[in-house]
């Protein structure tokens, strides 16, 4: 058997194997991988150091374990930037998943040290206010109502014994809505309705898979994307935080370079047979 | 290594589904089957817990307890007839009675229509459309590759714009596709292929960085080989 058929009857098991080892032995090693900011970007980061201390944020959590991996190191960085600049943070979703997912990224921003510092309390600072069901109508319902929509938080405890609930009455009383998004409902919700109709700011972080979606409506129906591991890897870079996003990106590029390589090899290897075929037939 | 008995249930599960890049067996059989069996159970539980005892239930009990203390019908009483409209929707279950099903659901779609026809419209048209027709020429200087051109030129602007047309005019079937349309119709081809290609080599990181964060939890939290 030729090279060339033994590159064309590859098992597809070893590609699986060298993928696996291009993921892998990355988060072993040490090196950083410069990160460059794209505009989409630096979209959200330049929303948010706009905003004075004390302006009320939405965190909306439109995700689930399954994309944790992309965009939770988003919803990391963003409430420590928050709650280390004094930003006041109210988080919910609409996903039942969504706000547990942000407890576990609250529990990991407190830990850093410049937030750690200020000392930031619940229900002063940031709350939960959980899970709603009724995907777009919420957000909907949110224009003119908030208290009416989430009465109490995440914990069961009416919303009127937190500080940071005080006057918010709607959008209006929200600077700004960081919404993390896995798909439906998501960002497009969050742009057409609390965006486009009630007109409060909305910047998203999202999956890879539905980034390319979201860029029609930067710059000005969103203030910024931030596109799947990528675009958590600029966010920390942006902001100062690096984290996990980070850390991934030279396990992302090792993985890219294999299926690359891959693409090539097999391109290659499809027209030097198809050559062969011809010749062959050619000769006959 | 975790001492963590989630952790391990967590990453022996991640093993079984992996394990069907190597071949199809009953390990993974038996993950995939715990995995829906977990999914369908939490999402059921969820709902009834979200929708059918907050929203359904305590509203029509205290709806009835006002009224039960002379306090008159009030609003919550309309819950009432979403509570209809859902078990409505159950009779899909009956083979006689599947015909009500259409009801609850002409009342979804109607609503649903209703409430997207103008969001889509302001959203996704006219300001998608406001968008795309922004100036491409404007006063000052302006550059191509190396020379300086009198008046500014926005590119990606004209980059969005030429796209659009071309790839309108792919979608435009009332006119033979030939000669100058026929020649825009093929540009307009070229901007789709890079959009779906685009649109891949995202969904390729998107799958990748679900793999990254699962290895990155056999490895780390589970393991214990990377902090």
């Known amino acids: 058997m030729s090279l060339l058929d033994r590159m064309l009857a590859v098992d597809r098991r070893w590609i699986f194997l060298l993928v696996a080892a291009a993921v892998t032995v990355p988060l072993f090693l040490e090196l950083e991988q410069k990160i460059e900011v794209t505009q989409e970007s630096r979209g959200v980061a330049d929303a948010l150091r706009a905003l004075p201390a004390g302006s009320r944020v939405i965190m909306a959590c439109d995700y689930d374990p399954g994309t944790a991996a992309e965009v939770q190191p988003m919803a990391i960085t963003f409430l420590k930037y928050c709650l280390s600049h004094q930003l006041r943070v109210i988080i919910m979703g609409l996903w039942p998943q969504g706000p547990m997912q942000a407890d576990l990224a609250l529990r990991d921003a407190l830990r850093d040290p410049a937030v750690a510092a200020l000392n930031p309390q619940y229900g002063v600072d940031y709350v939960n206010l959980g899970f709603q069901s009724g995907n777009e109508v919420v957000i909907q319902r949110m224009g003119s109502d908030i208290p009416a929509v989430f009465p109490r938080d995440s914990r069961g405890r009416p919303i009127g014994e937190f500080p940071i609930m005080e006057n918010v009455r709607n959008f209006g009383a929200v600077a700004y ?74 396990s992302q590029s090792f993985a890219h370079v294999v299926v690359i390589l891959f693409i090539v090899l097999g391109n290659i290897a499809f027209f030097l047979s198809r050559r062969r075929k011809r010749r062959a037939e050619g000769a006959a | 290594m975790s001492v963590n008995l989630g952790v391990w249930v967590g990453a022996l599960l991640t093993l079984g589904i992996l394990s069907f890049l190597y071949r199809d067996n009953p390990v993974y059989k038996v993950c995939e089957a715990i995995f829906i069996g977990v999914s369908a159970g939490y999402w059921f539980v969820s709902l009834f817990w979200q929708n059918i005892q907050p929203k359904l239930y305590l509203n029509l009990r205290g709806a009835v307890e006002t009224l039960a203390s002379g306090g008159g019908i009030d609003s919550r009483w309309l819950y009432l007839i979403a509570g209809v409209l859902g078990v409505m929707m159950l009779m899909r279950l ?17 609503t649903t229509a209703g409430l997207y026809l103008i969001t889509y419209l302001q959203s996704n048209a006219i300001n998608q459309i406001h968008d795309t027709l922004v100036p491409l020429v404007g006063r000052g200087e302006g550059r191509f590759l190396f020379i300086a051109l009198p008046f500014h030129v926005d590119w990606a602007a004209l980059l969005v714009f030429i796209g659009t047309v071309s790839g309108l005019v792919y979608f435009f079937f009332s006119v033979e596709h030939t000669r100058l349309a026929g020649k825009t119709a093929r540009l307009g081809i070229f901007f789709l292929m890079i959009t779906f290609g685009a649109s891949f080599g995202y969904t390729v990181m998107s799958r990748m960085s679900l793999l990254i964060g699962r290895m990155d939890f056999l490895v780390g939290d589970w393991l214990g080989l990377v902090h």
Request: charged letters at 10%.
């Open chain 1, 177 to 250: 809505v960081f919404n993390i998004s896995a798909g439906y409902p998501g960002t497009v919700e969050w742009i057409q309705f609390a965006g486009d109709r009630f007109h409060a700011p909305v910047g998203s972080g999202t999956t890879a898979v539905s980034a390319p979606l979201y860029y029609t409506y930067f710059p000005r129906q969103v203030t910024g994307v931030l596109g799947g591991m990528k675009g958590a890897a600029e966010f920390e870079a942006l902001t100062g935080f690096p984290g996990k996003g980070s850390r991934f990106m030279l």
């Open chain 2, 94 to 110: 009956l083979p006689k009675a599947g015909w009500i099903a259409r009801w609850p659901l002409a009342f979804i779609v109607g």
